[in-house]
């Protein structure tokens, strides 16, 4: 085993990787891995690498969480190119060394079903993505839940006018990177959740057509505040940026996606949907460790800490009364008597 741990470490170098052992010393961490006390785990996260509150960063936090919980090891890794990706899944997979191999975001997909066709017995999990692979549990989070939580948020700071920014009108936007299923889970939460607290509210919605276009997104952002919507909600990746850009020039309400963007401009940005991809990698790794692990894919959602939403780190202060009415209508979601849709009507 120590002859093949210096094998992966050296491909790990080779490639311009980083390996890391957590919950004890890479010597006992070899000896746990033995003996099988301690389940190992490998992590290989999308080529965009740590850094910078990713969701290669969340991911790793979960992993964290769970070396200290239960006393798992694991090794992590950061790709410089996709390709990479499969080497390191072909390598981590060959050793028999890991438990469980964890692989981070879509463009992963593909080079997982190579590898994982051909390592049947390799317990794999992928994060943010689907696999019908038998030996690939997949995690997911139910943006419509998250998105269902920021439109309601929408519609009741426009009824309370929380903000000098926000008007009292009936008109709100969303803005996606893509016209797909996808996209639409979070589209049709927020509209869902907005004509929940206010069934006359309009949704403006139109797509940039890519997830790194702010220039488009910007004059999406103005059109809808020129039609009367003084809150608006994205989920365009870094096409977002377009959105901040246009609140801070015009002088209107955004909310954030994935993670908590509300720091880009606290003045501007009243609060972050959010995709807990951290509580997904520590689901993964409790299956392992209490002997759940079935290879199904797994949806979860406002009840299970999959998604949620923070006002942290915006100056627009929320009152009370509305975080208290949200909490409310969480528990409805949560109960089931709330049903939040997952495609647009």
Request: negative net charge; hydrophobic residues 40%.
């Amino acid at each position: 085993m120590k002859q093949r741990r210096k094998q992966l470490t050296a491909l790990f170098m080779a490639v311009g990787m980083t390996a890391a052992l957590a919950g004890c010393g890479s010597s006992d961490a070899e000896e746990a891995s033995a003996n099988g006390n301690a389940p190992h785990i490998g992590i290989i996260f999308t080529q965009a690498g740590l850094g910078g509150n990713s969701f290669n960063d969340l991911a790793l936090e979960g992993v964290k969480r769970a070396a200290e919980d239960y006393g798992i090891t694991f090794d992590q890794v950061e790709p410089k190119s996709v390709a990479d990706e499969e080497i390191i899944q072909d390598e981590m997979a060959s050793s028999e060394e890991y438990d469980l191999i964890i692989c981070v975001g879509e463009e992963q997909i593909d080079a997982l079903k190579n590898v994982a066709s051909v390592y049947t017995d390799q317990r794999f999990a992928l994060l943010d993505a689907t696999s019908d692979l038998a030996n690939v549990a997949s995690y997911s989070c139910k943006a419509q839940e998250g998105s269902f939580m920021v439109g309601a948020l929408a519609a009741l700071a426009k009824e309370e006018q929380i903000d000098s920014k926000v008007s009292d009108g009936d008109t709100i936007g969303f803005i996606g990177g893509v016209n797909n299923p996808l996209i639409n889970q979070f589209a049709a939460g927020y509209k869902a959740g907005a004509e929940y607290v206010n069934p006359e509210i309009t949704v403006l919605t139109d797509y940039v057509g890519g997830f790194n276009d702010p220039t488009t997104a910007r004059t999406i952002a103005n059109t809808f505040n020129e039609k009367g919507a003084d809150v608006i909600f994205h989920a365009s990746g870094a096409s977002g940026m377009g959105l901040f850009q246009a609140a801070e020039e015009k002088g209107f309400v955004s909310i954030g996606v994935n993670l908590n963007q509300n720091s880009i401009a606290p003045d501007y940005i009243m609060a972050s949907m959010l995709k807990k991809l951290d509580t997904c990698a520590y689901h993964a790794i409790t299956s392992i460790v209490e002997d759940t692990y079935t290879g199904e894919n797994q949806l979860l959602g406002l009840g299970d800490g999959g998604v949620d939403f923070t006002v942290e780190g915006s100056n627009i202060k929320v009152p009370d009364s509305i975080l208290e009415r949200l909490d409310e209508i969480r528990e409805g979601v949560v109960s089931g008597e709330i049903e939040v849709p997952s495609e647009l009507s």
